[in-house]
């Protein structure tokens, strides 16, 4: 009996506290107080989850530049010193071609490849200790040099020792293609080649299938080869600047890292739609749960 008469006169009072005036207005301004909180946080957050049309357009000019102005570019790179592991083309031409070409070597473990197979096995590669091995010549040091500075000390060690000058030789040499590397938030990440004197950063993404939404172009990495070792560098392709850059040209060996935007880690979406209709769902299951907590 003690057991039922607790239960009756706390549900009567439970009743009495829920239909209260003083309850129902706590209750309604608390709500509305918590959904205008949850309003302006989904707001705030969309707008610091999606991505800004600044993070996403290549090579922006200054405010300050009259259109069709005149900027100064850098053209001109300073000329690529050769690096171990770097591979060559060296071709050889003479009045007498059967003199020629021993020096023009045509593979035969495999007479069939093409392109960049051929390379791999006509090429002349640079050793680990900076020297090509030329058939007759031997070992030349090329390690630091230019391919215009081989080129010229090829033709005068074949005039000294094979060919006299009447032969009237031409030798032509020139980097097998830049061989790069590309990894991160990229179309098509991996190795390439493009068979270029030189290239540049651009056309080494555009040849990659370009950099995503949620890839970072303000700071995107180049690991290059030195002779002592390697260095990191940066640069910011969303600036007009970049092409005055000494890394604006790629080199071979190089690897390019495009690194992800934080909202990728977030999970949020890379637009402002994606990113409400994320947000909104979490909170309106949040919101959900704590009315009926409240309402309890």
């Not at 800004?52 to 900027?71: M, P, V």
């Not at 080869?225 to 060996?253: C, E, R, W």
């Amino acid at each position: 009996m003690q057991n039922k008469w607790f239960l009756f006169t706390y549900g009567k009072i439970y009743f009495i506290i829920r239909t209260h005036t003083l309850y129902l207005l706590l209750t309604t301004l608390l709500t509305m107080k918590m959904m205008r909180l949850l309003f302006f946080g989904i707001i705030a957050i969309c707008l610091a989850s999606c991505v800004s049309q600044k993070q996403l357009t290549y090579l922006q000019e200054d405010n300050t530049t009259t259109k069709d102005s005149l900027i100064p570019i850098q053209k001109m790179k300073e000329p690529y010193r050769l690096q171990i592991n770097d591979l060559l083309s060296i071709r050889v031409k003479a009045m007498d071609d059967e003199l020629a070409n021993i020096f023009n070597p045509v593979s035969e473990t495999n007479p069939n490849a093409t392109g960049e197979q051929r390379l791999y096995y006509d090429g002349f590669k640079v050793d680990a200790h900076g020297n090509i091995r030329i058939p007759i010549l031997g070992d030349i040091p090329v390690l630091g040099n230019t391919v215009e500075e081989v080129r010229l000390d090829l033709e005068r060690r074949l005039l000294e020792d094979y060919f006299k000058a009447e032969a009237n030789i031409f030798v032509t040499v020139k980097l097998a293609g830049i061989r790069y590397t590309i990894n991160g938030e990229i179309g098509r990440s991996g190795s390439n080649i493009i068979y270029r004197d030189q290239a540049t950063i651009m056309e080494a993404i555009g040849n990659s299938g370009d950099i995503p939404v949620t890839g970072d172009k303000r700071n995107v990495v180049i690991i290059r080869q030195y002779p002592l070792g390697q260095k990191v560098h940066h640069i910011d392709l969303t600036s007009i600047d970049a092409m005055s850059s000494p890394y604006y040209f790629i080199q071979p060996n190089d690897l390019i890292i495009i690194n992800p935007l934080p909202q990728k880690s977030l999970g949020t979406g890379t637009t402002g739609l994606q990113s409400f209709t994320t947000i909104f769902s979490v909170l309106s299951v949040l919101t959900t749960t704590i009315l009926l907590f409240i309402r309890l």
